[in-house]
């Protein structure tokens, strides 16, 4: 079984939560409240930035140029690509340019960080392999069951549905699964803790997004 197989399998359970939770769901059925999405979508500028970095500090840490490669292209897709979608709604809604991140968006971004300069290459990879995936399941999820017409999320939705990005998601894949043919049992195993984790933060930042998470003091 490969590596990609066994984690999803692992985290099923938690993607089927994912799909169920009142912020996907309300976001699908165009309800969800919009000082909700503004919550989000500001947490998200901050989440993007530290992303980007994230993938950038992993490029640097491979030995095999297509990898140094597909992880700077997808830095910059980070950083540019989603910064447009945000860029847009952050005119529509007057979001600040710089965001105090929440307690839940502070804990995930440094969580990645983390593992990309203190673990091994592979389980950092496996840390932020969530965020493509989860991310295109429940896009695509979302995209095939929304009514299309007027949907106020509707450039949310589509950012996640496209083709581009499905191709993304493939080769983030398929080099977790190769660096995992490569690692130790021990090295494997961590790599399946680093998914499962950061998988759970994904749930946590939907969860604080409804929440509107704000530090207590
Ligand atoms: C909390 C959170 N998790 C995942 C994504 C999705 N995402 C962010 S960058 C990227 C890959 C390169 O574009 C993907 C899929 C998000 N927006 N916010």
């Not at 912020?23 to 919009?34: I, Y």
């Not at 080099?175 to 130790?184: G, Q, V, Y």
Request: hydrophobic share 45%; with cysteine.
């Amino acid at each position: 079984m490969t590596f990609s197989a066994k984690a999803w399998e692992r985290i099923t359970p938690l993607y089927d939560k994912i799909l169920n939770m009142p912020f996907n769901k309300e976001l699908m059925e165009g309800s969800l409240d919009l000082e909700k999405f503004k919550f989000y979508m500001a947490q998200d500028a901050y989440y993007l930035g530290e992303f980007g970095k994230t993938l950038a500090t992993l490029a640097g840490k491979f030995n095999d140029l297509n990898y140094v490669l597909a992880f700077t292209e997808f830095a910059s897709g980070a950083i540019v690509v989603e910064r447009a979608l945000h860029e847009s709604y952050f005119h529509e809604f007057g979001i600040p340019d710089l965001v105090n991140p929440s307690p839940t968006c502070l804990l995930y971004t440094n969580y990645i960080l983390n593992q990309a300069a203190y673990s091994d290459v592979a389980v950092g990879v496996a840390a932020v392999l969530p965020c493509f995936w989860i991310y295109k399941k429940v896009g695509d999820h979302i995209y095939t069951n929304h009514h299309h017409d007027g949907h106020q999320y509707k450039k949310w939705i589509e950012t996640y549905a496209g083709e581009e990005f499905a191709e993304s998601v493939k080769l983030a894949i398929n080099i977790t699964d190769a660096l995992a043919e490569k690692a130790s049992h021990e090295v494997q195993e961590k790599m399946l803790q680093a998914f499962e984790m950061a998988s759970k933060l994904e749930w946590m930042f939907w969860d604080s997004a409804y929440r509107e998470e704000t530090w207590l003091v």
